[in-house]
C-alpha cells in the first residue's frame, strides 16, 4: 500500500529525480537517514496464544497512557545516534537532537550525505544551517516517500521489541530502548536499504 499523492506529477517526478540522482549514483555507504517516531506506554504485542477454547487476553492502558518521541539515524551499517525526548517533535527538538547525536557522531563518516524527509522542523532554516556548518551535505526525500526511508522498517522493528517488553511508564519505556536499538543488526540495516531501492555495493 502506497500513498495516493506518489501518483501526482510532482511527486512522481521529485521520485524519479531521487532514484537517479540518489540511489543510482550516490554510495548507499555514504547515506544516513535521520527521522523520528513516537512511542507511548499502550505497545504491547498484537497477538496471544491460549488453549483452545479460551480467549487470550491483554491489557492496556485505556487512559493516562504516556507518550515518549525516539528520534535516530541510520547508515547502512546499522543505528548511527538516537535521543529521546517526552515532546513532539518541533524545530528546536530536531536541532538538539542534531546537536548532541548525529553530528559528532557523523564526524568520523567523511562525504556522507544526510537524507530527511519534508516535516516542516527538518526543513527549518536553523536546521539547514546547523547541517552546513556541520559539513554535512543533505538532501529532502521527495514528499509522500516513506518508502524510499530505511529508517522507516528500523522504527517497525524497534516497536516490535518493545512491545514484547510492553512498558507501562516512560521510565520504563526510556529504559527498554538501548536493548531495542541493539536488536537492530547491520544485516538489518543493509536489507532495509536493498528493500528501499539502493544498490548494493
Not at 488453549?51 to 504516556?66: E, F, L, N, S
Not at 548525529?102 to 536553523?126: M, W
Request: charged share 25%; aromatic share 4%.
Amino acid at each position: 500500500m502506497h500513498a495516493s499523492e506518489q501518483e501526482r506529477p510532482d511527486v512522481a517526478a521529485a521520485r524519479a529525480a531521487w532514484r537517479a540522482e540518489v540511489m543510482e549514483q550516490v554510495d548507499p555507504d555514504q547515506l544516513v537517514f535521520l527521522d523520528e517516531s513516537g512511542l507511548d506506554t499502550r505497545l504491547t504485542r498484537s497477538h496471544a496464544r491460549a488453549p483452545r477454547g479460551q480467549r487470550a487476553v491483554g491489557r492496556i492502558p485505556g487512559g493516562h497512557w504516556k507518550r515518549l518521541t525516539s528520534l535516530g539515524a541510520i547508515a547502512r551499517d546499522g543505528p548511527v545516534a538516537a535521543m529521546t525526548v517526552a515532546a513532539a517533535t518541533s524545530t528546536a527538538v530536531f536541532l538538539a537532537f542534531l546537536e548532541q547525536a548525529p553530528i559528532p557522531a557523523l564526524h568520523a563518516r567523511p562525504e556522507v550525505l544526510v537524507a530527511i524527509d519534508n516535516l516542516a522542523p527538518h526543513r527549518a532554516a536553523a536546521v539547514r544551517e546547523a547541517l552546513e556548518q556541520a559539513g554535512l551535505a543533505h538532501r529532502y526525500l521527495p514528499a509522500s516517500s516513506p518508502d524510499m526511508n530505511p529508517i522507516e522498517p528500523a522504527w517497525s522493528k524497534l516497536k516490535d521489541k518493545l512491545r514484547d517488553d510492553a512498558p507501562r511508564t516512560i521510565e520504563a519505556l526510556d529504559a527498554a530502548l538501548p536493548d531495542a536499538l541493539r536488536a537492530i543488526t547491520p544485516e538489518d540495516a543493509r536489507g532495509w536499504f536493498r528493500h528501499c531501492g539502493y544498490r548494493s555495493t
